[in-house]
T-cell receptor
Framework: GAGVSQSPRYKVAKRGQDVALRCDPISGHVSLFWYQQALGQGPEFLTY????????KSGLPSDRFFAERPEGSVSTLKIQRTQQEDSAVYLC?????????????FGPGTRLTVL | GNSVTQMEGPVTLSEEAFLTINCTYTATGYPSLFWYVQYPGEGLQLLLK?????DKGSNKGFEATYRKETTSFHLEKGSVQVSDSAVYFCALNHAGNQFYFGTGTSLTVIP
């Protein structure tokens, strides 16, 4: 079956531009997560949805970052007025349920480069 | 709080060598523990997991045992292959709402 997909795979933005990153989770997965992975580091949590409800956004680094999942399926991570420090790979993951033993299925990521 | 400390790399081994990648964790309560692998150019894939103390996760010849007394989840493989070259991430999930990852260990296996 189809896995988690993300688009675009690569995005180059000039500093100050707004960007939108899309995630299509596995069909039927209740939970959706966004992570940021800097070069040579492990993924770091940004935010989490259960269906359409954003239950945790404690990892969002600033108010320039905004995520939504209006119909409980596709999610968009938006970054306003991008800065060079936003350059990273943004990973989306989905999980059937939000229990600790459920694995998260990861998409291939969007590599954002801010010039 | 929750955190994972993982052996730093890079690690280079000859084919058929024994592999150990150390992972220790700090968590409140009883987390589930995972190893994810990232092959070149690909996304993160689950390698194995263990959900309670003394559980052993295994897959593709890799094993890891959940040791509560030492708060560890070391990854081992008896005989590595070139195809095992990848970056390995140890992770924990405590309450189901996020994973905490280690920094990753890059493994290169040479023929």
């Amino acid at each position: 079956g189809a896995g988690v997909s993300q688009s675009p795979r690569y995005k180059v933005a000039k500093r100050g531009q707004d960007v939108a990153l899309r995630c299509d989770p596995i069909s039927g997965h209740v939970s959706l997560f966004w992570y940021q992975q800097a070069l040579g580091q492990g993924p770091e949590f940004l935010t989490y949805f259960q269906n359409e409800a954003q239950l945790d956004k404690s990892g969002l680094p600033s108010d320039r970052f905004f995520a939504e999942r209006p119909e409980g399926s596709v999610s968009t991570l938006k970054i306003q007025r991008t800065q060079q420090e936003d350059s990273a790979v943004y990973l989306c993951a989905s999980s059937l349920r939000d229990t600790s033993y459920n694995e998260q299925f990861f998409g291939p990521g969007t590599r954002l480069t801010v010039l | 709080g929750n955190s994972v400390t993982q052996m730093e790399g890079p690690v280079t081994l000859s084919e058929e060598a024994f592999l150990t990648i150390n992972c220790t964790y700090t968590a409140t309560g009883y987390p589930s523990l995972f190893w994810y692998v990232q092959y070149p150019g690909e996304g993160l894939q689950l390698l194995l997991k263990a959900t309670k103390a003394d559980d052993k996760g295994s897959n593709k010849g890799f094993e890891a045992t959940y040791r509560k007394e030492t708060t560890s989840f070391h990854l081992e493989k008896g005989s590595v292959q070139v195809s095992d070259s990848a970056v390995y991430f140890c992770a924990l999930n405590h309450a189901g709402n996020q994973f905490y990852f280690g920094t990753g260990t890059s493994l290169t296996v040479i023929p």
